[in-house]
Structures are given as C-alpha cells and as structure tokens.
C-alpha cells in the first residue's frame, strides 16, 4: 500500500477519537500533535504542514463539531476533507485543444521518468481512442532518441525525429506541420532534460514554449525525491509555468510527502501518478481515493 507509514500514524492518530461520545479541545489538540509529526516524518513540506494543523484545528474545536452527537467521526471527516483539499479538490483533467492537434509538452530533469511518461500518455491516450505522435526532442543524450523509439515500437505508436543534429524548435515544430498533415489528435513532445536545473535548460524550454505554444505543459517529478520534487515542480512553475504535475515512481515512495505537497506549494495540480516501470503503470491521480488510501 502506499505511504503505509503515514497511514498508520494518521489512523492511530484518528482512532482514539472514533468511538468518542465526548470529544474536548484536549482530545483534538492532542490528535493534531499526532497528526503533525506524522506528516513532517512523510516530509510533508514544513508550510503545508502548519497550514492544515490550523485548518483542521479551526475547523474541529467549533461547537458544532464537539457538542454534536459524534463528534469523534466529524473530527475524522474533517481531516479526510482537508487531505482532499491538500491535494485537489477535485481530479484535474487534461485539457484537448479545440482543433487538433492538442500539444503536450514533456518536461523535467533527467531520470524522472519523463520518456517513459510519454509513453504512457501516449498508450493511455491512445486507449480512449486517440492517435498520438511522439516527438524525440531531447538531442543531447544520445540515447534519448533510441530510447523514445523503443517505447514508440513497444506500443505501435509512431515517433517523429530528426536526429541530434537540428535544434529541437525546429524538430517540434516540424512534428507539429506532420502531426497537421497526418491527421494525429495528439503530440507529445519529449523534451531534453538535465541533471539540475539551469539556465540554459529553462531558456531552451522557453524557446519550444514560445514557438509551439503547447495546448498544456506537463512537469515529470520523481516522487521518490521527496521535498526535491517540491523545489523542482515550484522552480519550473516560476521559470516556464506548468499546467500539470506527474508524479513518478509513487510504486516505490514510501513517505508521501512529494504527493501532499505539490499541490499546495506551486498551486498546479498532480494530473498522473506512475505506479511502475511498465508502460501501462500510470493513472489518473485522484484525490479523494488518495485520501481516503491513506486514511483508510
Ligand atoms: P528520463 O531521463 O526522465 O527520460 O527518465 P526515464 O523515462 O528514462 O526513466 C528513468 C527510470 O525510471 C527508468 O528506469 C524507468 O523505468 C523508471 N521509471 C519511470 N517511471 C516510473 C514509475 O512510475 N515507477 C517506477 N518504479 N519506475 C519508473
């Protein structure tokens, strides 16, 4: 199951309330220490952290709550409706364009997982019935293209490169006029990534933004990184924008902390989660079915 640890503090913390018929401000304020120092073990970002113990304190000292007939269960379902909120509310959809094709733009650092995911996007897209075309546009690490290719040939999905010599505006732009010509509902351009973030990565990124205007921006983190994946996803939302977060590799996070994070620190929502290696490992990311896993 995923963050198991988090989960089992979070419902220790809980349980004592449950069956309550009287709950007092001690009894929450007591669950709330409980609560905070399982989230900061998750690494939970420190701010959001604070902002949801004061949430949830507000909300569950009022009279309403402690002086209702169950008072332990309103507790409980304001903590699950503030986790919610932490990651949502609601499921963030991708966004089509109006007229074909829809570009999606690829982007994060190297290892994140960002070749994969496109392939991933690419089969499940492909699954609802939509022809995709992927675009090999990371011309710096040899491999990259090779890569991109394999996936492509795994799934039957077609892969438009032009080698590692033309500049990748040039490639995207071209897969753009062959996506138009051949009638492909979807592009998804894999971008080059690096090792950290820099200059030179951002300003290349722009440079794909300005001139193929991608329908929507789509950020890979490795949810394995913990706060890194914060700091990355808030660095790349001030430099670029992004319209959407995917989280990688939560099949091997044991904390949490990425997940319940990302949301509240850049303000743009988790769309995927990739739950494994395998191109069919990825889904969309509720939130409400994140909280209720973790809440159990
Ligand atoms: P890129 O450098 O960002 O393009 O990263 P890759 O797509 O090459 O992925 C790096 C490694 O992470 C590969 O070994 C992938 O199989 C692995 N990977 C990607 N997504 C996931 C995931 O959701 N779960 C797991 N367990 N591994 C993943």
Same mark, same amino acid.
């Given at each position: 199951m995923?963050?198991?640890?988090l989960?089992n503090?979070?419902?220790?913390a809980?349980r004592?309330?449950?069956g309550?018929?009287?709950?007092?401000?001690k009894d929450?304020k007591?669950m709330?220490r409980e609560?905070?120092?399982?989230?900061?073990e998750?690494?939970?970002?420190?701010k959001?952290?604070?902002d949801?113990?004061?949430?949830?304190s507000?909300r569950a000292v009022g009279?309403?709550?402690l002086e209702?007939?169950?008072?332990g #269960?309103?507790?409980?379902?304001?903590?699950?409706?503030?986790l919610i909120?932490?990651?949502g509310?609601g #499921?963030s959809?991708?966004?089509f364009?109006?007229?074909?094709p829809?570009?999606?733009?690829m982007?994060?650092l190297?290892g994140?997982?960002k070749?994969?995911?496109?392939?991933?996007?690419?089969?499940l897209?492909r699954?609802q019935g939509?022809?995709?075309?992927?675009?090999?546009?990371?011309?710096?690490?040899?491999a990259?293209?090779?890569?991109l290719q394999v996936v492509g040939?795994?799934l039957g999905?077609?892969?438009?490169?032009m080698?590692?010599?033309?500049?990748?505006?040039?490639?995207?732009?071209?897969?753009?006029?062959?996506?138009?010509?051949?009638?492909?509902?979807?592009?998804i351009?894999?971008t080059?990534?690096?090792?950290h973030?820099?200059?030179a990565l951002?300003?290349e990124l722009?440079n794909?933004?300005?001139?193929?205007r991608?329908?929507?921006?789509?950020?890979?983190v490795?949810?394995?990184?913990? #706060?890194?994946a914060?700091?990355?996803s808030?660095t790349?939302?001030?430099?670029?924008g992004i319209d959407?977060v995917?989280l990688?590799?939560?099949?091997?996070?044991t904390r949490?902390?990425?997940?319940?994070s990302?949301?509240?620190?850049?303000?743009?929502?988790?769309?995927f989660i990739g739950?494994?290696?395998k191109?069919?490992d990825?889904?969309p990311f509720?939130?409400d079915?994140?909280a209720s896993?973790?809440l159990?």
């Open positions: 995923v963050f198991e640890g989960s503090k979070l419902q220790e809980v004592k309330l449950k309550k018929g009287r709950v007092t401000e929450v007591e709330m609560i905070k120092l399982a989230l900061l998750a690494d939970v970002n420190f959001v952290v604070k949801f113990i004061a949430k949830v507000e009279q309403d709550v209702s007939l169950t008072p #269960q309103q507790v409980i379902k304001i903590v699950h409706e503030e909120n932490l990651m509310p #499921q959809k991708l966004v364009a109006p007229k074909p829809t570009v999606y733009m982007v994060g190297q994140s997982g070749t994969t995911t496109s392939g991933k996007l690419a089969n897209l699954k939509k022809k995709p075309l992927l675009v090999a546009c990371d011309v710096y690490r040899p990259a293209i090779k890569q040939g795994q999905v077609d892969v438009f490169s080698g590692d010599k033309t500049n990748p505006i040039d490639i995207a732009k071209a897969a753009i006029e062959h996506a138009k010509s051949k009638q492909y509902d979807l592009v351009i894999d080059a990534g690096r090792l973030i820099d200059e951002m300003d722009k794909i933004k300005e001139s193929v991608p329908t929507e921006i789509l950020l890979v490795d949810s394995m990184t913990g #706060q890194d914060v700091n990355v808030e790349f939302n001030e430099k670029l959407g995917i990688t590799k939560l099949d091997g996070d949490g902390g990425a997940a319940l990302v949301k509240t620190v850049t303000g743009k929502p988790i769309k739950m494994g290696e191109l069919n990825l889904e509720f939130p079915r994140m896993r973790i159990g």
